[in-house]
């Protein structure tokens, strides 16, 4: 009997020590995401309600950098959705009281005469009161933008010249559809390589947004008077993995494969991205460890997993049953860095960040690492991509280049046209002319200009000079 009872505790106590590490996981992880490692400048719910601008010192300025088209359809856009919400408001207020009060009588005739068409002079009154001038659009839009349901950004875009795009944006809207609002702004080539990407010059950071990402909850993540920017850049790495996925399945192959043919390479994706799990590049290798609070890095290595990246302990082999978590990706973004051999005494400047988005300075809570050299960057920094976002990014790359065919295609069939048009215009020897406009004489400029006579004659009887 007591050594069953004795048993019993034992088993107790081996429980309750497995349920006390658990809890101690559990609250070390809510620790590294709870506003007391980084505590924000302000509530994000308040920060959510009063920001509406990204890139400008105020809501105001933003709104006067709009283009006059974007900003008349940013009015009649909140003015469309205010006037729907009051009046399937009223309609459902006026429906409770009838219900509530009005005989059924009294209740069909006020149906009815809600159904009659408005009448011109409540339309003129309407009319009359439309903004007209360009601040009071602004003035609108101002009252309109803290109304509206949608959450809506004006956020400054800058382009690889310095030079900047303003750009109107709601939460709906994914990456990939900024990126084409701004194919129509600048004219691109519109290659698969197009990207909108994030700078944070504090932490001396960048990351490319990926397509299918919503761009407002991005910049959400930003605090109030933050100094990040957005940028619209070609960044040749974008899609690199399906363009040459070689360079990841491969790699461990001494042999040259830049030389490897179109077929090969579809084989590949269709191997590792065309079933019903993804297979990660099976990476692994030697890489430096920032050690935290410090500018000290050691040598540790390093296997990467679907679920995140794992380490060699000290004394251990590099058998799974061996390796220790060192970060999983459900919760942290990657980044590269800038000239991190002068900010923190990196070894090599190919360095890497991996780190909640919501932490904008330097934490504890933020994994450094860096590299050898470039190509280990690459492989590192991409795959890493593929093993968060698995087969989301493999649409991304289709997504794209759907898009880039589609606009070829376009632009192909408008260069034939034009052709045919000047080729008919060069055998007939006429050239195309404007059809005739019809005439309307509206002021003096539209006379025809003659020549001034030759003498001015005399004032009629009556009139003088002036």
Known sequence: MWVLVSSFHKNMDDIDAMFSELLGEMDHLSQSLSPAADPPEADPALHRESTFSIGFTDLNESLNELEDHDLDALV???????????????????????????????????????????TPNTAGVQQ?????????????????????????????????????????????????????????????DCNINWSLCETNPELQIERGF????????????WTRHSENKIYFVSRPQK????????????????????GINEHAKQLLLKEHFGGSTLIVPDLEGMLYLKEDGKKVWKSRYFVLRASGIYYVPKGKTKSSSDLACFIRFDKVNIYTTNNYKQKYRAPTNFCFMLKHPCIQKESHYIKFLCCDDEHTLLL??????????????????????????????????????????????????????????????????????????????PPPPGHTHI
Request: aromatic fraction near 6%; proline fraction near 6%.
């Open 128 to 188: 009359r009161s439309e903004p007209q001038t360009k601040a009071d659009k602004i003035k609108m839009a101002l009252e309109k933008l803290k109304e509206a349901k949608v959450r809506k950004l004006i956020i400054k875009v800058m382009m690889s010249d310095n030079s900047s795009k303003t750009l109107m944006v709601d939460e709906r809207q994914t990456v990939r559809e900024v990126l084409d609002k701004l194919f129509e702004k600048t004219h691109c």
């Open 380 to 457: 590192w920094v991409n795959s890493i991509r593929i093993a968060k976002y698995g087969t989301g990014l493999y649409k991304n790359y289709q997504a794209a280049v759907k898009r880039v065919s589609t606009l070829q295609t376009l632009q192909s069939a408008a260069h034939k046209v034009s052709f045919t048009d000047k080729s008919r215009s060069h055998a007939t020897g006429i050239s195309p002319q404007p059809g005739p406009s019809p005439s309307k004489i509206t002021g003096v400029e539209d006379y025809s200009h003659e020549p001034p006579p030759d003498f001015i004659p």
């Open 239 to 258: 899609y690199v993995m399906f363009t040459d996925p070689q360079i990841f399945y491969m790699w461990k192959k001494k042999t040259d494969l830049t």
């Open 210 to 221: 990926e397509d299918h990402e919503s761009l407002v909850e991005l910049l959400s993540e």
């Open 76 to 118: 009649a856009d909140l003015g469309s959705k205010s006037t729907t919400q009051d009046l399937t408001t009223h309609q459902q207020n006026s429906s409770l009281t009838d219900d509530q009060f009005a005989p059924p009588a009294m209740t069909q005739r006020s149906e009815a005469a809600a159904a009659l068409p408005q």
